[in-house]
């Protein structure tokens, strides 16, 4: 996603990509308990899912979309627009340069990236990302659920931080004293880092941030922090091909501007511009009760190559950058992340990692684990960090999907 205008009301816990509380909660309320549901007819999804990708159904479905263009029921966009997220506009160019035909359809005109892909007579219609044709594993039911991700991670010994899923405050406090301090909070079900908490060190914080990850979801996670920085690591048909560092907004001091004044001066990079991948960094409450947190104030001096955090969040959202991390990545972490694609058999998947660095084992490290794991994972960012390589991840997805498609 580029930068957009920022909100003048927005929730501080959800930040400049805000999502409706009261929706957010009833629909976890509904999908939640379902999930057990889905895993049991798992297993005859995928047959079905084979028949009718041998059946072309897709095909078909580009028909009925066509239908209800002519209908006014929905537009058929043939060329990439500004209400796209940056991935889905990668993913248009990544399509056009390996010969694909791609549109998306918009029900009512809104788009939701509802795309189709065509290429000697076959098509593809998915929404986000696509997978190969006919491709289903039980995992989709699972991978975005934090606490059956962290179930099914346990289970297959995958480092994963201590915790559990608590649906009441008395419950959050109880496991708090067992995992002692720091702690993070988070909904069970969510994205953009909306009303994620880290640093929690008293029960009155958990109670604040229990509070807040609760208006988003009835069953909240609760877990030890793990130690170092946050890393993503991308893993596509089996094999990992990149990582990202995912660091907090931050300022580097000059020993003369305040912080306030750095990050003023920051935010008119190009980079954070409208339009970019990245965002301005926010000067917001939040922002000041990290500050604080961290005994600065927006007014302090910082020296001569002192580097400030400005929050405790990577969501870009809030201004944090990405850095490419791919080069001397150690075996023994490729190994594990292709270890946990393996468990998921889901050929595209980005995995939030914590460890000091990725150029040493994550078994000699404290408290190295996964974060969480991603189905939808946002691959432009690969092709634009902020520093370091650029990585045509989105055209290794398509050359997953279309094998014998190669960029001219």
């Known amino acids: 996603m580029g930068s957009h205008p920022i909100p003048r009301d927005y929730c501080l816990d959800c930040g400049p990509c805000p999502t409706p509380h009261r929706m957010a909660f009833f629909s976890t309320l509904c999908v939640i308990p379902l999930t057990p549901l889905g895993l049991a007819f798992s297993r005859l999804k995928r047959p079905i899912v084979r028949l009718a990708a041998f059946l072309k159904k897709d095909k078909a479905l ?54 189709v892909a065509e290429r000697n007579g076959d098509a593809m219609v998915f929404q986000n990302l696509p997978r190969p044709f006919g491709h289903y594993e039980p995992s989709i039911e699972w991978i975005d659920d934090k606490h059956l991700a962290r179930q099914q991670m ?42 994620t908490h880290l640093h929690l060190r008293t029960e009155e914080d958990v109670r604040t941030a229990f509070a807040s990850a609760h208006q988003l979801c009835p069953w909240v996670i609760i877990e030890e922090e793990l130690i170092g920085f946050n890393f993503r690591a991308t893993v596509i048909g089996g094999q990992f091909v990149a990582a990202l560092h995912r660091d907090f907004p931050r300022v580097t001091g000059d020993g003369v501007h305040t912080i306030r004044e750095l990050i003023m001066e920051e935010n008119k990079n190009p980079l954070r511009q409208e339009g970019q991948t990245f965002f301005p960094i926010l000067m917001d ?26 929050s405790g969040s990577n969501g870009r959202p809030r201004g944090a950058l ?20 393996r468990v998921t058999r889901d050929p595209l998947l980005g995995i939030d990692f914590i460890a000091e660095t990725l150029t040493k084992p994550w078994h000699e490290q404290r408290r190295a684990g996964v974060n ?19 990585r045509n991840v ?9 094998p014998e498609s190669h960029a001219n």
């Open 372 to 390: 969480e794991l991603n189905t939808m994972p946002f691959l432009d960012t690969h092709s634009n960090p902020y520093s370091g390589t650029p």
């Open 154 to 195: 346990a289970r297959a010994s995958i480092p994963i931080p201590r915790g559990g899923t608590v649906a009441n405050v008395k419950d959050a406090l109880k496991l708090f004293s067992m995992l002692g301090p720091p702690v993070v909070i988070k909904p069970r079900m969510g994205s953009f880092g909306r009303h």
């Open 62 to 115: 580009t028909y009925l979309l066509r239908f209800l263009a002519r209908m006014r029921l929905g537009k058929i966009k043939t060329a990439p627009h500004d209400h796209l997220t940056e991935r889905g506009k990668r993913l248009w160019k990544e399509a056009e340069a390996r010969g694909i035909r791609f549109w998306e359809f918009a029900p009512l005109g809104n788009s939701i990236e509802l795309f």
């Open 285 to 310: 409450k939040k922002a000041e009760q990290y500050l604080t947190h961290c005994g600065r104030a927006w007014d302090d001096v910082p020296a001569k190559g002192e580097s400030v955090a400005i």
């Open 394 to 402: 989105t055209g290794m997805l398509w050359d997953l999907v279309f």
């Open 322 to 341: 990405i850095h490419d991390a791919t080069e001397g990545v150690h075996p023994e972490n490729i190994r594990l992340f292709e270890r946990i694609a």
